[in-house]
């Protein structure tokens, strides 16, 4: 199962769902945020059901960027009940990613 895909409509609901939720802001221009795009897949696949793996464009919801304070990308922000619990900038290996759910599952 691959990573979803939010938007401004669905972005808040998804955060505030009750499960943790690791969104991966990106740009199609973003070449780390390419490099990231299967690793965020093959988390989504190994997470199914324990956390919800999710992207979002940051050129098409700059108002969500500039609310989490978004100036780099890849940015990876995880959320639980709403409320940000960790953050992880920058194309970095899938492990770091990893632990970063695993101490917040």
């Not at 990573?3 to 973003?30: K, M, R, Y």
């Not at 999710?54 to 009940?81: M, S, V």
């Not at 940000?84 to 290996?93: D, R, T």
Request: hydrophobic share 45%.
């Amino acid at each position: 199962m691959p990573a979803i895909h939010l938007t401004a409509d669905n972005f808040d609901s998804a955060i505030s769902s009750g499960q943790l939720v690791l969104v991966d802001f990106w740009a199609t221009w973003c070449r780390p945020c390419q490099m990231m795009g299967p690793i965020m897949d093959q988390l989504a696949e190994d997470y199914q059901g324990r956390v919800l793996i999710a992207k979002i464009n940051a050129d098409e919801c700059k108002e969500i960027c500039t609310r989490f304070g978004i100036t780099n990308i890849p940015n990876f922000k995880l959320f639980k009940n709403g409320v940000e619990v960790g953050n992880v900038v920058g194309a970095v290996p899938k492990d770091t990613i990893k632990n970063l759910l695993e101490k917040n599952l």
